[in-house]
């Protein structure tokens, strides 16, 4: 039986709520990219977000750091409406994301960039006299916080000459150099080479304690060693919800993956027996 | 802004502005009269603004064509422009015919058109700002060797006879026919492109390249042929609009810059890329314009440029644009 | 006296022998070449005449050009307008003057009214990027333009408008030449150092990242507009102070100053000289006022000349001279990574007509987004 975690309802809870979203969509003209989804996430715990492609997962998380509006429900982090909160201000809030088409900024470098990262949610960046240099302590807790996903030699260098993997280690850095609570990872492990997955995967498993991370990801060794839970997403809605083990077990996911059952009948009837056979019951 | 369409020289038995009006009414003009004056007056100003959103529409049209597939902003379309006036002018010395005068300028300037694009554009391969700043650079040799052929003193085109004389319409409205021919002129263009765009597989390519260009060229297509044809159509367009321009404007070092001035307040108020736009905003920057410079001449520049800043207030991508790129 | 020395080798700035060693040459010859050059100058000033008139020009259009620089290279924000904005600087002096002000009041009222005139603009066009910017910062020049010849009663139309008389700053006559062209070298330096402080700071990286990826900056906790809002009114006030120099230093103002050529002309220099370089945009006046006089000596047909030149930077050298000059300086002294450019190829398009941010209709960033 899947484990339910998650509940929609808002009863007292022992431990917080970190990310939680109420019937979350998003139509676009003609496609509807993310319908209904709700689910909810605990402070300190990891949950990845799997599903094939065009299942709605970067949509999800589009709509979770600001860059795109909701056509419907809502999104609350810590319990505090942010849907229609800007994405520099979600920041302010406490969350962060990485994305999956690397997004660091180029013809800075490595250093650089983790400055301004640094900055940014400081009154500091509208700093127009003093050097960035003279920030020691900002620049210092920049360079350890690089040193310590693996860029110490390479701060230097100009993100543009970093390799592919570096470039994932840098882009996760600049998340977490605005401390967050929340962290979204999309497909950090996408494009690297076997032994460039096991570094990230290092990587993930040395993230604080405490960070809530949401994660999405193809690769099961990658999310075995960093998440509790995982979500499965398809055709844009949440289909089934478990451990990971349960989740490598589940004949639907199997087969969502394997190609028996790409199409989901979408009448109510059939969700509703999804729904049960995945084991939600909301 | 220079640019106004003048209350035609012909074309005044009735007082022209509102303060003429405003003294004939003082003089005792019976009310009827004045209003049957003021409304006469306001067809004219109509009219004019047509005109003048018709030589913005045929310059305005060919520069958001060579933006929407091409993705260049050519700083020197309002020199090709005042290029084609020029072209136009001593064409029409030598032969005579105004028309003449019109198609060797528009070809001279298609031609142009392709010279530049294989030799210069080709090899900044899409980098679009670093195209824009070559094309500003266009704009000073155009300029000079215009200047050097023509010279500093202003020209202006003369139309052939029968388009010298003055239609009169009913209400007593006379209005001169070659500023007709030009309302007509620009709209034949129009349609044809809209329908060369539309309704042809060659604008269903054009338009897919302005929607996605990778695809259009992983479909087989030549796009290079496809750029080189679309940016000679956009310098045509801006050789016959000078052509057409030069009857109603002077034609003088620096009106390069009034003509792309109006063309690109007209391209963002309809949408940079958008052919339909560019009709929209040549009507209402045309008629405005010209509104404001009749009626309110103190405040004839914010009847330009209040458009713009409307649009980029309220809705950037301009009203017929798309919102991504 | 760079913004920036680069350590290019794989160890953190500045910290190998190596490291430092590598960085010290350049500076070296950077410090050498800057007080030859200072020297030179100051010769050329303190001679008077038509020489030191043309370098105080090149240094007054130098401001105007760091300005168009500033926000180019850095920011990703080219503009088309500046040479209006300095001609705005010097009506607003000739027009206080005019009004019976002292040139002191004159000049602070310029400055107010470059200022009010930047704020507003620089509301519409941070709406803007990309080719919408060039082209904003085109219509407000043009706007500028019109207004200076048409608004008559004000702007004395197109015969411009005459200074009666130059300030006095202490013992300092203005009205004499040469006392002049040292105060606009002085003021030149202050702009220079001023740029050089923006640049090194956390504001002058923050808009090196917007023009980067101004999409991760905003998920960085960056509100961008403010950032580029606060640039663009620098660069305007670079061309406001420009232009109270060049009204001093020439005596009038005319409309012609603020047309579409001189607005072409000022981002012409800009882009010679370097984009994103502190001196770029210097080495880029002088080049261009030496093509308007010098050449146009020898060829009747100067400006043809001038804009096929211009044209050949954009495409083969889009660092400007400054980035040739770097390049070359590299080379020499032996190091060979690719320094990071912030040259036309970094500039950013941006939405042409939109601020940058998704809008409703639009769809999900990776897939639109280029693959790096």
Known sequence: MAHVAGAVDTTARTTATALSVHDLGRKFAGVTAVEGVTLSVEAGTRLGVIGPNGAGKTTFFNMLSGELKPTSGRIELFGKDITGVPPHKRVALGLGRTYQITRVLRGLTVLENLTVAMHGLSRSKLDLLRSWRSYSGKVAEAEELGASFGLRHRLGVNAEQLSHGETRQLEVCLALALKPDVLLLDEPAAGLSPAERVDIGRLLQSLPSDLTLVMIEHDMDVLRGAVRDIAVLHLGELVTRGSVAEIQQNELVRELYLGQRRQIEKTPDAIERLRQEGGLTA | MRMHIGAPAQAVPFPVTSAHLSASLANGMPVHNAVRTWVNQFIVQTLNGLTLAGIMFLVSSGFTLVFGVMRITNLAHGAIYLLGGYIAYSTIQVVGNFFVGMLVAGLATALLGVVLERTLIKRMRGQVMAELLATLGLV????????????????????????????????????????????????????????????????????????????????????????????????????????????????????????????????????????????????????????????????AYFALFAPLVVILLVRPQGLLGRAAA | ?????????????????????????????????????????????????????????????????????????????????????????????????????????????????????????????????GIGFVIMTLAVGQILFGLSSSWVAVSGGDNGLIIPLNPSLGPLDLNDPIQLSFFVLAIFLVSAALLWTFVRSPFGLSLQGIKSNEQRLKTLGYSTRTHLYIGYVISVMFGGVAGILFVLTNGLITPTTLDFGHNGIVTLMAVIGGLGSLWGPAVGSVVVILFQQDLSLYVERWATVMGIFFVLVVIFAPDGIWGVGQALVRRLTGQSSRQPTRSIRGLPEGEPQGPGTPTDTELPEPMTERMS
């Open chain 3, 1 to 129: 006296m760079r913004p920036q020395s680069k350590v290019v080798t794989g160890a953190p700035a500045g910290q190998t022998e190596s490291g430092t060693r590598q960085s010290l040459l350049p500076r070296l010859l950077m410090a050498v070449g800057a007080v030859v050059v200072l020297v030179i100058v100051a010769v050329l000033l303190s001679g008077g005449g038509f020489a030191g008139q043309l370098v105080t020009q090149m240094l007054v259009f130098a401001i105007a050009a760091m300005g168009v620089g500033f926000l180019g290279g850095y920011a990703g924000l080219v503009s088309l307008g500046q040479a209006s904005m300095l001609g705005l600087g010097a009506y607003g002096v000739a027009v206080a003057m005019a009004k019976g002000f002292g040139p002191w009041t004159a000049i602070g009222i310029s400055l107010l009214v470059t200022l009010l005139v930047a704020l507003v603009a620089g509301l519409l066009a941070v709406r803007v990027r």
């Open chain 2, 140 to 299: 000073y040799v155009i300029n000079d060797l215009a200047l050097a052929t023509w010279g500093g003193n202003p020209l202006s085109l003369t139309l052939p006879g029968f388009l010298q004389n003055s239609t009169t319409l009913p209400g007593g409205i006379v209005y001169p026919n070659g500023r007709f021919f030009i309302l007509v002129v620009a709209a034949l263009i129009g349609v044809f492109l809209y329908y060369l765009l539309r309704r042809t597989r060659v604008g269903a390519i054009v338009r897919a390249g302005v929607d996605d260009r990778p695809m259009v060229g992983a479909m087989g297509i030549n796009v290079r042929l496809v750029f080189t044809m679309v940016f000679a159509l956009g310098a045509l367009l801006a050789g016959v609009g000078g052509a057409l321009g030069g009857t109603v404007f002077t034609l003088a070092p620096n009106a390069d810059a009034e003509i792309l001035t109006f063309a690109l307040v007209v391209v963002i108020v309809g949408g940079l890329g958008s052919f339909e736009g560019a009709v929209l905003g040549s009507l209402i920057v045309g008629l405005l314009s010209n509104y404001g410079q009749a009626y309110f001449p103190a405040l």
